[in-house]
């Protein structure tokens, strides 16, 4: 007779995002099945390329504008202080077109520093991956969160300095294409750390990828942008939100790694962008006690 298992457990699964045909690559043996997934670089943050063609940007361009207007016009639900950092980078430029340009810059810069430092002894052999996973391991869309580079040996990484064997992640910040994204609390360690923030610094003072532009959106901002421009879109054709729905554009925390202070949401741009941490709101509570944090005007 079969007998009640008393241990009880309600593991959590995870959908991978849909890839086509291609998500299952093949089958090795009757447990092991090889999968194709997207993986999101931890700590970076590319412009994006979500407009998928120019024509697709110029109607970001328009949004972007509009948008201005109604900040200006006092209908945004933005404080004093973004308002006047963020009007100059809509109002300026082709926001929209300007991102998607160095979207796909940065997308080929990646491709080809992937095919060179992938390439084994200059030959056509390819070096294997080597990935280091975030806690959780997958984001909200399914995609595994890590560091990514290429797989040495333990004899070749004696020879090598830290930054020779660096991470793709790091050869981004390098490039100018990808803007320092930390988030709490996949933090870099104590020795790559400092090597992230000189290295962000540096490509930003030799005006490297989109920083040969000064009034560049990175990534984050633009996703901002977009929702804080659907919001006021709402408010503006007379519809109620919630104080929670009209500042939903704009999430999380941002701390000074300089000095542990702890900022609003609409304060990041008071701290240089290299030591910028960010934190989710969930996660404040527990990254003031870990990081001994100090909590400024939240």
């Known amino acids: 007779m079969l007998k009640t298992a008393q241990i009880l457990w309600q593991p959590t699964g995870q959908n991978l995002p849909s890839l086509g045909s291609k998500s299952l690559v093949d089958i090795s043996d009757g447990d092991t099945p090889n999968i194709r997934m997207p993986i999101r670089m931890l700590s970076i943050d590319t412009p994006e390329v979500t407009a998928r063609s120019l024509k697709g940007a110029t109607k970001i361009d328009k949004k972007f504008k509009q948008l201005a207007t109604w900040i200006r016009?006092?209908?945004?639900?933005?404080?004093?202080?973004?308002?006047?950092?963020?009007?100059?980078?809509?109002?300026?430029?082709?926001?929209?077109?300007?991102?998607?340009?160095?979207?796909?810059?940065?997308?080929?810069?990646?491709?080809?520093?992937?095919?060179?430092?992938?390439?084994?002894?200059?030959?056509?052999?390819?070096?294997?991956?080597?990935?280091?996973?975030?806690?959780?391991?997958?984001?909200?869309?399914?995609?595994?969160?890590?560091?990514?580079?290429?797989?040495?040996?333990?004899?070749?990484?004696?020879?090598?300095?830290?930054?020779?064997?660096?991470?793709?992640?790091?050869?981004?910040?390098?490039?100018?294409?990808?803007?320092?994204?930390?988030?709490?609390?996949?933090?870099?360690?104590?020795?790559?750390?400092?090597?992230?923030?000189?290295?962000?610094?540096?490509?930003?003072a030799l005006n490297k990828g989109q920083y040969q532009d000064p009034l560049s959106l990175p990534g984050y901002e633009y996703r901002m942008c977009e929702k804080l421009y659907d919001i006021t879109k709402r408010i503006v054709s007379g519809e109620t939100l919630s104080a929670q729905s009209k500042m939903a554009w704009r999430s999380r925390y941002c701390v000074d790694m300089r000095d542990r202070r702890l900022v609003g949401p609409e304060q990041y741009m008071n701290i240089p962008e290299a030591y910028r941490l960010w934190v989710w709101p969930n996660d404040v509570a527990e990254a003031i006690g870990k990081l001994n944090l100090v909590p400024i005007n939240l």
């Open 73 to 204: 016009e006092g209908k945004a639900p933005v404080s004093q202080t973004f308002q006047e950092y963020i009007l100059p980078k809509l109002e300026s430029k082709a926001a929209g077109t300007l991102q998607y340009k160095q979207g796909k810059e940065a997308s080929a810069y990646y491709k080809t520093k992937a095919e060179e430092r992938l390439k084994k002894n200059n030959s056509t052999k390819h070096r294997k991956l080597f990935i280091r996973m975030a806690h959780p391991p997958f984001d909200h869309y399914g995609r595994l969160l890590a560091y990514v580079a290429p797989s040495y040996s333990y004899k070749e990484r004696q020879t090598m300095s830290r930054h020779e064997r660096a991470t793709f992640n790091l050869d981004m910040i390098e490039s100018g294409w990808a803007a320092p994204f930390i988030l709490y609390p996949n933090i870099p360690g104590e020795l790559d750390l400092p090597l992230f923030i000189e290295t962000a610094v540096n490509a930003k």
